[in-house]
């Protein structure tokens, strides 16, 4: 009861980390009786059939509701909420930002500290480290964590606007970057613009771009109107999730399970089926 009180206001606020961490030890107390904790607390917030009590952890919940707060930003629907963190974003490509790699290190913009908590959690959320040719092709040059030009990522409204947006965009089938003189044929973009871009992107990436797999290597598509988590083997479409789906993403990525459970693997060495055991 005491903490769905506290909902509305965390997912206005920007919440400090010792808040979170202090209804949680209240949280724990509770569970406890106030007596010394015998199972860690990141056991208790697993579900019950990975050996845990499903006990709410506060600052997943706010990580969850921050993450919400940018579902609604990106419907296209005209609220007036929207119009300041859209004015302050417009720098970095307006919701187009949402879609990107980004470090929030890196993008050229001051924010006020509660739309830089939204932006740090949503990043944590949504980064990736491409290894693939095919995950490379895929990244957007824009506002990407691994672009820079002066240690800052870019944003170049002009290019995007005529529809150059991603690595493949910029690249030929065997792996090696379109030249200027071809590329300007079609595209108004500046020669220095291109080459530094181009110098931008990780020796790394151009190395898994022309080498011999990665010619042979189907090329897929992300639709860029789809900001998709996946956990494990798991998906998740933000733009139909709800508060449950994004804090089971959170608590998957610290939730832990029972120590004993690796104890008896070890001793026996066998599989334990937690769902009998737990349910």
Request: aromatic share 30%; proline share 0%.
């Given at each position: 009861f005491g903490i769905s009180k506290l909902l509305y206001s965390c997912g206005n606020m920007n919440v400090p980390e010792t808040f979170s961490k202090q209804v949680n030890s209240r949280i724990v107390d509770f569970v406890w009786n106030y007596s010394i904790p015998k199972v860690k607390r990141t056991t208790l917030i697993q579900t019950t059939e990975n050996g845990g009590l499903n006990m709410p952890d506060m600052t997943i919940i706010c990580k969850s509701l921050k993450v919400l707060w940018v579902k609604r930003l990106l419907e296209e629907d005209p609220l007036?909420?929207?119009?300041i963190p859209l004015y302050y974003l417009q720098r970095v490509g307006g919701r187009f930002l949402f879609k990107c790699n980004y470090d929030i290190r890196t993008l050229s913009i001051n924010l006020p500290p509660v739309y830089k908590s939204i932006l740090q959690i949503w990043s944590e959320l949504m980064q990736t480290s491409p290894q693939t040719a095919n995950e490379i092709r895929n990244e957007f040059l824009w506002n990407n964590r691994y672009i820079l030009i002066n240690c800052k990522s870019v944003?170049?409204?002009?290019?995007h606007d005529q529809g150059l947006n991603k690595i493949s965009n910029i690249l030929k089938p065997d792996g090696a970057f379109i030249q200027y003189s071809e590329l300007s044929q079609k595209f108004k973009i500046d020669h220095w613009s291109y080459i530094s871009l181009v110098d931008a992107i990780p020796n790394d990436w151009k190395k898994i771009l022309k080498s011999t797999t990665s010619m042979h290597e189907p090329v897929t598509m992300t639709h860029v109107g789809n900001n998709n988590v996946t956990i494990g083997q798991s998906s998740v479409q933000i733009e139909k999730a709800m508060h449950r789906d994004i804090y089971?993403?959170?608590?998957?990525?610290?939730?832990i399970s029972p120590t004993v459970e690796n104890k008896i693997r070890k001793r026996f060495s066998v599989e334990i089926n937690t769902s009998l055991i737990y349910s």
């Open positions: 007036q909420w929207k119009v944003w170049w409204k002009n290019w089971n993403i959170f608590r998957e990525k610290v939730a």
